[in-house]
């Protein structure tokens, strides 16, 4: 078995492809409507389906909001240098929710960004910057 992808229900698709692509850096990798049951499948991420997993983001035509419910925690993404992928997600209008920093009761840098629906990203820095 392996992942295959993570869906996030999204009140304006356009709005969210526009977070993810040109704020995240992912990829379109598909979309498709469905009307007869009056929704839209979109998948983006960093490689394609079939060696990468992926995220789903689900529009349901007939819905305009969502609860995001209290069990839900974040998406997480490895960066390289996570100060200057901070700086460039707020200079593409991405809202930075937690400034890039050690982890309370670790060492391991973080930082969280908040896409257009208010699901939180952690940014995760994997490698020692510079």
């Known amino acids: ?8 229900r999204v009140e304006d698709l356009d709005r969210s492809l526009l977070f993810y692509t040109e704020v995240l850096g992912m990829d379109l990798l598909r979309r498709k409507d469905y009307p007869s049951g009056r929704f839209t499948l979109a998948f983006v991420g960093y490689g394609d389906e079939s060696d990468t997993t992926v995220l789903e983001l689900t529009h349901n035509w007939d819905t305009s909001h969502y609860e995001l419910g209290s069990a839900y925690g974040h998406i997480a993404l ?3 240098d996570i100060y200057t992928t901070c700086s460039a997600i707020a200079a593409k209008g991405g809202k930075v929710v937690r400034e890039p920093g050690p982890m309370k009761h670790g060492n391991t840098v973080i930082a969280f960004v908040e896409d257009p629906d208010g699901y939180k990203v952690e940014l995760i820095q994997i490698s020692a910057p510079g």
């Open 1 to 8: 078995m392996r992942m295959l992808h993570t869906m996030l």
């Open 78 to 80: 490895g960066v390289d």
